[in-house]
């Protein structure tokens, strides 16, 4: 019986599918890492901050407003929300239920234990603690203010708790002396009243308040010689030095050098907001804080130093090494989707370049099983042919070796698999020669 052999072409598509088959099971896991990679990848960034600033006329308002317009320029709206001060900022902080992100308090409030989901973008300048008073007796420390009556701010605010946590080292309490709450400008008038003997203030002294109270011949500033020691002994005040004429040459004010006690400011936020946010309002403040003050060098502040609040992971980067590249050399919001994505991509490509070196072993796994299956067929047909070898199973088996041989001739494998083709119709050919040497030896003991 004489079988027509098909000859066989070599065509891409099969050999395309066998690609696609051997490539999938490794995509599915790289779907799978990339999914995984997306749920720990911060989401998208937000394009509105709201800032906790203080009284709408003060300083802190003036810096929300530099914020406010430095950040719009990277299409983020910074809602300004004022408060009664650095304690109140540091309560709607605290509050799970506030929707404040930042805000600006002084250094000394608060303590980690008492929120440690709040974290500090670094110290941005100082704020001296000014005492203001009347008459002709020079006070120099804080114990001579024993016994009198005292403004020192609002009940809660930031300027009563520093206030009395200073009077007390100096044995100064509100068993012995009167502590009267009153807001700045009341205070200023009960002082000119002779209603109190002296008023407590804290704000920066380019502040207009600090002009206004100075214009005052008769106002008189505090000049703490004990300001060093109390530096001492509370870590969180520095010893930082008014010189004279500052506020005003011509007229000489202050007409000495004041020394004076001063917590720095420092912007307060919450862990959750998004670190592209921070890495904003780092670089907002190093634009607004930055400059010479009064009582600050150029390029002194913002610093990462002189907190109660740890400094967020952002923070110690920006002091170390600046905003992230991508910041550096994109607009923001690309900035932020590129970040995004190397978040995603790099553990994804951790996994793909192993995964992909598989894949060939994978696809030639695949073509030589078809191959190998067609060589098991014709081995079990070999075998069975030992076995047993009647004129009715002859004839079979040729007709399944022709079947076989069809399958071969189907066969779509790439170039290099050709010789396993042909050595596999040899093969066929080999068992069909050796099954008509045996029919023709039958027929052969027949005739005779």
């Known amino acids: 019986m004489q079988h027509e052999t098909k000859e066989k072409s070599v065509q891409p598509g099969r050999t395309l599918k066998d690609m696609m088959w051997a490539i999938l099971p ?25 800032m906790a600033t203080g009284d709408p006329e003060g300083a802190y308002q003036e810096f929300a407003k530099r914020y406010q317009d430095i950040l719009k320029k990277d299409g983020v709206e910074l809602e ?67 016994g009198k009556r005292l403004a020192i701010g609002q009940a809660g605010d930031g300027l009563s708790n520093i206030a009395r946590r200073v009077l007390k080292e100096s044995g100064v309490l509100e068993t012995n002396t009167t502590f009267v709450r009153l807001g700045w400008d009341e205070a200023l008038a009960a002082l000119k009243r002779g209603e109190i003997d002296a008023a407590f203030f804290m704000t920066p002294p380019e502040d207009d308040f600090i002009e206004t109270v100075l214009a005052d011949p008769e106002n008189k500033l505090m000049n703490t010689d004990q300001a060093e020691a109390i530096s001492r002994q509370i870590p969180y005040l520095h010893h930082v030095v008014l010189p004279h004429g ?36 780092l670089k907002a403040a190093a634009e607004v804080h930055s400059e010479p003050g009064i009582l600050e060098r150029k390029g002194e502040f913002p610093i990462d130093k002189d907190f109660v609040f740890p400094l967020s ?16 050399h994109m607009p923001f919001w690309l900035a932020t989707v590129a970040d995004r994505f190397l978040l995603i991509i790099i553990p994804s490509l951790a996994v793909f370049f192993p995964l992909m070196r598989l894949v060939p072993r994978v696809y030639h796994w695949r073509i030589r099983a078809r191959i190998y299956k067609s060589y098991g067929e014709l081995k079990y047909l070999e075998t069975q042919t030992r076995i047993s070898s009647q004129a009715g199973q002859r004839l079979e088996r040729i007709l399944e070796l ?46 005779s």
Do not use: C
């Open 26 to 50: 490794f995509m599915l896991v790289l779907g799978l890492v990339i999914y995984v990679a997306i749920q720990y990848v911060d989401p998208p960034t937000p394009t509105h901050i709201i």
């Open 313 to 328: 992971s952002e923070a110690a980067s920006f002091y170390k090494s600046g905003v992230p590249f991508w910041q550096k």
């Open 80 to 146: 300004i929300r004022p408060s009664a001060g650095a304690n109140d900022n540091l309560k709607q902080l605290m509050d799970p239920d506030s929707d404040v992100d930042v805000g600006f308090v002084q250094d000394g409030l608060g303590t980690p234990a008492e929120a440690d989901y709040l974290e500090s973008l670094g110290s941005l300048y100082y704020e001296p603690l000014w005492l203001v008073y009347r008459g002709k007796n020079e006070i120099t420390r804080f114990s001579e203010l024993l």
């Open 402 to 447: 022709d079947r076989i041989e069809d399958r071969v001739n189907q066969l779509k494998v790439p170039l290099e698999y050709t010789d396993h083709i042909y050595s596999l119709r040899g093969h066929i050919e080999f068992v069909r020669e050796r099954l008509r040497r045996e029919a023709g030896q039958k027929i052969g003991t027949q005739e």
């Open 246 to 281: 500052v506020i005003d040459l011509k007229r000489n004010i202050p007409s000495q050098d004041i020394h004076l006690l001063a917590p720095t400011n420092v912007l307060l936020t919450q862990d959750s907001l998004n670190p592209a946010l921070k890495y904003l309002l």
